[in-house]
């Protein structure tokens, strides 16, 4: 028995020995516990940017739906257009719907593009009913080979056309989506073709700071005057979008002869 007590006496640690234990631990717990504080700020700022996106809405945050009304200068509706944007499998499918009349002539027009996720065009569409005509042509965009192939669906027979494209060749629909982006990151898109059956030239330029009545109160927004030139086409006009994160297109201003026509987002 007294070897037993002798044996657990010289093996257990003494009093200091467990003094200099115990500090030890503590200053290890300390330390690990000084580590995660300075590492906290960097993991909130590393942790915001997902978090504030999340929250963000609207193209190319989330799936999208915006409905505008045609009008002209003198007040008169003259139709509407819906514009949509869906994710898909490997992108983007982007849509419009525009339906419009005046006396003696309507319209009822179809838009669709599919786009990967940097907003290069897959395939385009348009199904035009105008003036009692339609036309329905597919362009098809294989962005490896750098070529496109235009395809007439309706009226049968219109035959297609192969054509070289440029690095990243965009529709009219994803060129849209893409000057939100970019503009949302500062930028203005720098000229390039946009294809909407033909190709056209397109020439963006930032016209400053322009408040705009919206939803029956006045916005804030920043106006893009647009230059477009094809062979079908040779206007300008005018697009005013809102400072939120998805840049929303809240009118586009068209002046033609008979008056300014403007596309207004409804609210």
């Not at 003198?74 to 869906?86: I, M, P, R, Y």
């Not at 490997?90 to 719907?97: A, F, K, M, R």
């Not at 804030?220 to 929303?248: E, M, Y």
Request: aromatic share 8%; proline share 5%.
């Amino acid at each position: 028995m007294n070897r037993v007590v002798a044996d657990i006496t010289t093996t257990a640690p003494s009093r200091s020995r467990l003094r200099t234990m115990l500090t030890r631990s503590r200053d290890r717990k300390g330390a690990v516990a000084h580590s995660t504080m300075r590492l906290l700020p960097f993991t909130c700022a590393a942790l915001f940017p997902l978090l504030a996106a999340s929250a963000q809405t609207g193209f190319p945050f989330t799936d999208e739906s915006l409905r505008y009304n045609l009008n002209w200068q003198a007040g008169t509706s003259l139709g509407e257009a819906t514009l949509t944007a869906h994710r898909s499998a490997v992108g983007w499918n982007l849509d419009v719907t525009l339906n419009a009349a005046v006396p003696g002539f309507s319209m009822a027009d179809q838009l669709h593009s599919a786009v990967d996720p940097g907003l290069c065009s897959q395939e385009f569409e348009r199904d035009l009913t105008q003036g009692g005509k339609r036309t329905d042509e597919k362009t098809s965009f294989d962005q490896k080979a750098g070529s496109a192939t235009r395809t007439t669906l309706f009226p049968a027979g219109g035959g297609k056309t192969d054509f070289n494209i440029a690095t990243c060749a965009r529709d009219a629909l994803a060129f849209t989506d893409y000057a939100r982006v970019e503009l949302g990151q500062g930028r203005v898109p720098a000229p390039q073709q946009v294809y909407f059956g033909s190709a056209y030239s397109v020439t963006l330029s930032y016209a400053g700071a322009e408040n705009v009545t919206s939803g029956g109160k006045s916005v804030a927004t920043d106006r893009v005057h647009a230059t477009v030139k094809g062979p079908k086409a040779d206007f300008q006009c005018d697009i005013f979008f809102a400072r939120d994160a998805a840049r929303t297109p809240l009118s586009i201003r068209i002046p033609l002869p008979l008056g300014v026509f403007s596309l207004d987002l409804v609210r």
